[in-house]
């Protein structure tokens, strides 16, 4: 890329920077120090921000990236991503929203340990909860080094090396000094932005092609390779009965994490009321709706005006993309109009992954210290000694976060984001919907749910074709591959709810009825919620 291109989106880049940290610094002069204020913003905020706030949470690189490269490279099976993350949010609307925000406090752990034996239930949640968060973080790293390779003309692993670091360091600032208060206002203006981004786009695509879609389609579909294959399932997913099985695992994987987020469910805890709750779900659903049905026509576009051999040749798993297609609807390289679209798309992009690693960091160092730390020493402190140690968390995760986003910044941020919406939907939950509708459950079942989906999910990923045994792995000179399927949640997730029942049915505790009934009327009512 110019130099011109470089010096403008690096200026926009320090825009928002300047502007995050600023709203960081205001939010750091407002809080008490209080857990409530660092982990749910005092409860202050309205439906309304905190829809956008969830929107800006859950369109992540993943989203404005990941997807549009993946329909650019294999046109309709890339799209059913997008369709897999909607879906989702039924889900969240009907089982957990709601629920979630009259049983819980802070954290998943809160919703489960209200009736089971406290301690080791919070030691399984919090370790899942930051496992799926790391898991997570890594694909927002691994799309900040690929936007940052592409905008310096690919000059090396240096970039990529120092754009993560970098966001890695901007993160643990917004989380440590902000705490969610200013994690959220940074989520809204993001979401704003990538909304307003995202219109442009897809306006400017459509003129491209005035106004006819059936044009935009057949002509990517001409410039695939793949004539009208490129827009018809299989091309990704329909090769053979792996293929097949792995679409299906994906799908479910897509359908069920989301619920088991805990970023997502921590959000739900910043609003005064359930009632707030649902209705703070109402307007994320509009937004993201609205925001994948564009991206939709991004990855088409992007196939069409730059053809998947371009997009391929600039980053193998099509993370580029978007900025690409802006850069040819701005007027193509070294033009004025290029160089300003670009430049803005990869600020955008890059505010997207600024605000999405504040949201997951936060969710996790609160499972630390909120869950790990509060259970494991001997004597309770008081609620600013656990604010402390959340701070703390955010830094070490963060060093653990920049370190797995170098391992893994050739793969797709799209399809990392599927491995952690998998192993959200294999732990987190079983032992949620086991906790809130199942008045049997028993402490031992919750424990087992979670590690019976956790394990068995990472150990599949870790024998997997992501880690080797082909050239597009983690580790492509050595092959231990003896799971198949790409993403491991078709069996991952069966065997999180059995592992519950089995818990459940062989342990000799008897479950507490109070407690139970306690936990539903107050699910169900909001009658004694914090």
Same mark, same amino acid.
């Given at each position: 890329m110019t130099g011109d291109h470089q010096t403008l989106a690096l200026l926009l880049f320090s825009g928002f920077v300047a502007v995050t940290l600023g709203i960081t610094t205001w939010a750091s002069r407002r809080r008490h120090g209080s857990a409530e204020e660092f982990y749910a913003g005092g409860r202050l905020f309205s439906p309304m921000e905190n829809g956008f706030a969830i929107a800006g949470d859950y369109m992540s690189a993943a989203s404005?990236?990941?997807?549009?490269?993946?329909?650019?490279?294999?046109?309709?099976?890339?799209?059913?991503?997008?369709?897999?993350?909607?879906?989702a949010w039924l889900v969240v609307l009907f089982l957990v929203a709601e629920l979630v925000r009259n049983c819980g406090k802070f954290t998943l752990?809160?919703?489960?340990?209200?009736?089971?034996?406290?301690?080791?239930?919070?030691?399984?949640?919090?370790?899942?909860?930051?496992?799926?968060?790391?898991?997570?973080?890594?694909?927002q790293m691994v799309g900040a080094g690929s936007l940052v390779a592409l905008l310096l003309g690919r000059t090396g692993g240096a970039a990529q090396a120092w754009t993560v670091i970098g966001v890695g360091a901007l993160m643990v600032i917004y989380v440590s000094l902000g705490g969610m208060r200013a994690t959220t206002w940074i989520q809204i203006v993001k979401a704003v932005l990538l909304l307003s981004g995202t219109v442009v786009l897809t306006v400017l695509v459509l003129l491209r092609f005035h106004g006819d879609v059936d044009r935009l389609l057949l002509t990517a579909a001409e410039r695939s390779g793949h004539g009208r294959a490129f827009l018809a399932p299989g091309l990704k997913y329909g090769g053979d009965w792996n293929a097949r099985l792995d679409f299906i695992s994906l799908g479910l994987a897509l359908v069920l994490g989301t619920a088991g987020l805990p970023h997502i469910l921590s959000r739900f805890y910043t609003v005064p009321t359930a009632r707030a709750a649902r209705r703070s779900v109402v307007w994320s659903i509009g937004l993201i709706g609205s925001f994948y049905l564009m991206t939709i026509v991004l990855g088409f576009g992007a196939?069409?005006?730059?053809?998947?051999?371009?997009?391929?040749?600039?980053?193998a798993a099509g993370n580029t993309a978007v900025p690409l297609l802006a850069l040819d609807l701005g007027g193509g390289s070294g033009s004025t109009g290029g160089t300003v679209l670009f430049a803005v798309v990869a600020a955008v992009a890059f505010a997207t992954i600024l605000a999405v690693v504040a949201g997951i960091t936060?969710?996790?160092?609160?499972? %630390?210290?909120?869950? $790990?730390?509060?259970?494991?020493?001997?004597?309770?402190?008081?609620?600013?000694? !656990? *604010?402390?140690?959340?701070?703390?968390?955010?830094v070490g995760i963060g060093v653990v976060a920049i370190g797995l986003g170098l391992l893994a910044r050739d793969l797709n941020v799209a399809f990392l984001v599927g491995l952690a919406f998998a192993v959200a939907a294999s732990a987190n939950l079983p032992v949620l919907l086991y906790s809130l509708f199942w008045r049997g459950f028993t402490t031992r079942g919750a424990v087992w749910a979670?590690?019976?989906?956790?394990?068995?999910?990472?150990?599949?990923?870790l024998l997997s074709p992501v880690v080797s045994g082909s050239p597009e792995s983690l580790f492509p000179g050595?092959?231990?591959?003896?799971?198949?399927?790409?993403?491991?949640?078709? %069996?991952?997730?069966? $065997?999180?709810?059995?592992?519950?029942?089995?818990?459940?049915?062989?342990?000799? !505790? *008897?479950?507490?009825?109070a407690k139970y009934a306690e936990t539903e009327v107050r699910s169900l009512t909001g009658a004694g919620a914090v």
């Amino acid at each position: 890329m110019t130099g011109d291109h470089q010096t403008l989106a690096l200026l926009l880049f320090s825009g928002f920077v300047a502007v995050t940290l600023g709203i960081t610094t205001w939010a750091s002069r407002r809080r008490h120090g209080s857990a409530e204020e660092f982990y749910a913003g005092g409860r202050l905020f309205s439906p309304m921000e905190n829809g956008f706030a969830i929107a800006g949470d859950y369109m992540s690189a993943a989203s404005f990236l990941g997807i549009s490269g993946l329909i650019a490279l294999y046109g309709y099976d890339g799209l059913l991503y997008g369709v897999g993350f909607l879906v989702a949010w039924l889900v969240v609307l009907f089982l957990v929203a709601e629920l979630v925000r009259n049983c819980g406090k802070f954290t998943l752990a809160d919703v489960v340990a209200a009736r089971m034996n406290e301690r080791p239930v919070r030691i399984a949640a919090g370790a899942s909860s930051v496992t799926v968060s790391v898991l997570y973080l890594v694909a927002q790293m691994v799309g900040a080094g690929s936007l940052v390779a592409l905008l310096l003309g690919r000059t090396g692993g240096a970039a990529q090396a120092w754009t993560v670091i970098g966001v890695g360091a901007l993160m643990v600032i917004y989380v440590s000094l902000g705490g969610m208060r200013a994690t959220t206002w940074i989520q809204i203006v993001k979401a704003v932005l990538l909304l307003s981004g995202t219109v442009v786009l897809t306006v400017l695509v459509l003129l491209r092609f005035h106004g006819d879609v059936d044009r935009l389609l057949l002509t990517a579909a001409e410039r695939s390779g793949h004539g009208r294959a490129f827009l018809a399932p299989g091309l990704k997913y329909g090769g053979d009965w792996n293929a097949r099985l792995d679409f299906i695992s994906l799908g479910l994987a897509l359908v069920l994490g989301t619920a088991g987020l805990p970023h997502i469910l921590s959000r739900f805890y910043t609003v005064p009321t359930a009632r707030a709750a649902r209705r703070s779900v109402v307007w994320s659903i509009g937004l993201i709706g609205s925001f994948y049905l564009m991206t939709i026509v991004l990855g088409f576009g992007a196939a069409a005006v730059v053809g998947p051999q371009t997009v391929r040749g600039s980053n193998a798993a099509g993370n580029t993309a978007v900025p690409l297609l802006a850069l040819d609807l701005g007027g193509g390289s070294g033009s004025t109009g290029g160089t300003v679209l670009f430049a803005v798309v990869a600020a955008v992009a890059f505010a997207t992954i600024l605000a999405v690693v504040a949201g997951i960091t936060l969710a996790s160092s609160a499972s %630390v210290a909120h869950d $790990l730390y509060a259970s494991l020493r001997r004597r309770r402190g008081k609620p600013r000694s !656990e *604010v402390t140690v959340a701070r703390c968390a955010a830094v070490g995760i963060g060093v653990v976060a920049i370190g797995l986003g170098l391992l893994a910044r050739d793969l797709n941020v799209a399809f990392l984001v599927g491995l952690a919406f998998a192993v959200a939907a294999s732990a987190n939950l079983p032992v949620l919907l086991y906790s809130l509708f199942w008045r049997g459950f028993t402490t031992r079942g919750a424990v087992w749910a979670v590690y019976g989906g956790l394990l068995p999910a990472i150990g599949l990923v870790l024998l997997s074709p992501v880690v080797s045994g082909s050239p597009e792995s983690l580790f492509p000179g050595v092959d231990f591959q003896y799971f198949p399927l790409e993403n491991p949640g078709i %069996v991952s997730i069966p $065997l999180g709810f059995l592992a519950g029942w089995l818990g459940t049915v062989t342990s000799d !505790e *008897v479950p507490d009825e109070a407690k139970y009934a306690e936990t539903e009327v107050r699910s169900l009512t909001g009658a004694g919620a914090v």
